[in-house]
């Protein structure tokens, strides 16, 4: 899958996730036995649902996290900053620009990373996870039988938390949560 098209792919799952998961922030929302504005004490049996936190620290998360794509994008190609527009419009212009986009490969690495975390982000909130399923074979890296195949991202990864390779530029040496990654075909034993 090109670049081009992975981001695609994310934004585009993002633009059609995201108005749900505003849809969760109060999940049932207001009761029906409930008028728009009750007079007198509130009785907590009939009052709203509560604010869910983690579907707004979500929400906050994707809106900043298009509204600083948006702009980092404009900024990058010489554009004058965008409008305000809400999170689905904004990523429409965004992919509007992948053309564009791609004739600057760290922006467009940039683009598709940060697509695909708050795609991720806003999936998990919703209670969706990928599936994945164990690949037979060992790490090349780790040694362990920690592979397994993500089919959304035609991806492996090893899901050894320990695993660490030999290069001294790589994510694993600092970051604990970096999970080593190949396409199926680069795997040892090709095609998995």
Known sequence: MSLHTETAHWLGALRRQFP????????????????????????????TAPLRLHVSDAVRDITDGVTELEEAVHDRLGLPRPRRARVPQRIGR????????????????????????MA???????????????????????????LRAFPERRAVLCINPGCRCDDPECDCRTDP????????????????
Do not use: I
Not at 20 to 47: D, F, I, K, Q
Not at 131 to 139: E, F, I, L, N, S
């Open 94 to 117: 965004v992919l509007n620009l992948l053309d564009r986009v791609g004739e600057h490969p760290v922006l467009a690495e940039h683009v598709r990373d940060e697509a695909r975390r």
């Open 20 to 47: 749900e998961l505003l849809g969760e922030l109060a999940p049932g929302g207001r009761s029906p036995a409930v008028p728009a504005a009750t007079p007198g004490p509130v009785n907590p049996s009939r009052a």
């Open 177 to 192: 949560a970096h999970r080593h990654a190949w396409q199926r075909h680069e795997l040892p034993g090709g095609e998995v």
């Open 120 to 146: 991720r982000r806003c999936a998990r909130v919703l209670g969706e996870s990928e599936p994945m399923t164990a690949v037979a074979g060992r790490c090349p890296w780790c040694d362990s039988v920690s």
